[in-house]
């Protein structure tokens, strides 16, 4: 199955509007900051035609905790001059 076979079914001004549409998700997720860089995103997953699945898999807290060490290990040494937002999350 072509996940994609829509697209073919667009005209020029139908695809135009979906670029733009995906593009305004793809920024929103881009321009997270602070705690939001830590959530799971369905609204990104959510801007593809298929149905999202819900069954997420997800580590037990040791390896969880390390996954989010590293990550933010490798924010440190991709972007070393990034300001720190130092608030605590409030949700």
Partial sequence: ???????????RDELMAEVRRLRRGIRGHRDSSGHDLCWHHPQLWGLLPEPMD???AVPPWPRFLRGCVRYRESLDAQLPDAPVHDRKYEP
């Fill in 1 to 11: 199955m072509d996940l994609d076979d829509d697209l073919s079914r667009m005209s």
């Fill in 54 to 56: 819900p069954d997420v």
